[in-house]
């Protein structure tokens, strides 16, 4: 894997799925094993449903595995000419995913970010959100702040120990430049328009 287990890329659960995937020739029985295990294990509790059933940004709206989870799919990248992610890995406070959530004091704050997506599910929308989020949890990187400023970043926001930044194509080499000359290491990802196979 190109990036670290426990650090907020789903690697688990993207293999986890992958070896489900490879032993049970039924789709979603596949996919329910899957998810059993990341729950099981404490290693993620919707990545898995949202990897298997999702499309560009996905939104797991409805906890649970397959029958029983419900999975809601952002797709606009025509709006903004196509875009990319740039993930910079740094030294979060949360090492995995139970660390994370035992340290959330009150979760008062987040239904109202929550419900702020349903109402209006967009791109936009969600960075607003992920970004509030982050920041909540004090979990958001203040040396990397100086990214949100730069031309073509849509939005930033953080996830235990890496850090997303949205981008237009357009702009991601002068970004990328820019990252580079303050000594980071950025990687590329682009937002996937298909499902698992094109599903």
């Known amino acids: ?7 907020g890329f789903a690697t688990s659960a993207a293999i986890s799925l992958a070896s489900a995937l490879s032993k049970y020739s039924n789709y979603h029985s596949a996919i329910a094993k899957a998810h059993n295990a990341e729950v099981v294990l404490k290693t993620g509790l919707g990545d898995v449903m949202a990897i298997a059933y999702g499309k560009g940004i996905a939104l797991r709206v409805k ?7 419900k999975v809601y799919s952002i797709i606009e990248s025509d709006k903004f000419k196509k875009v990319s992610v740039i993930a910079l890995e740094f030294k979060g406070s949360w090492k995995d995913t139970p660390s994370m959530l035992s340290s959330i004091k009150s979760y008062f704050p987040f239904p109202p970010l929550w419900r ?3 109402t ?3 791109l936009e929308t969600f960075l607003n959100v992920a970004n509030a989020f982050s920041k909540t949890l004090g979990m958001y990187p203040e ?3 100086f990214i949100e400023s730069l031309k073509g970043v849509l939005g930033t926001y953080a996830k235990k120990s890496v850090y997303l930044t949205v981008v237009k194509n357009i702009h991601i080499r002068a970004v990328l430049d820019k990252l580079r000359k303050e000594g980071l290491d950025p990687q590329i990802f682009t937002i996937s328009e298909n499902g698992i196979g094109g599903l």
């Open 1 to 7: 894997m190109p990036v670290g287990i426990g650090k």
């Open 143 to 145: 040396e990397f702040s």
């Open 120 to 122: 209006n599910p967009s």
């Open 63 to 69: 906890g649970g595995g397959p029958g029983w989870g």
């Open 116 to 118: 702020r997506l349903l």
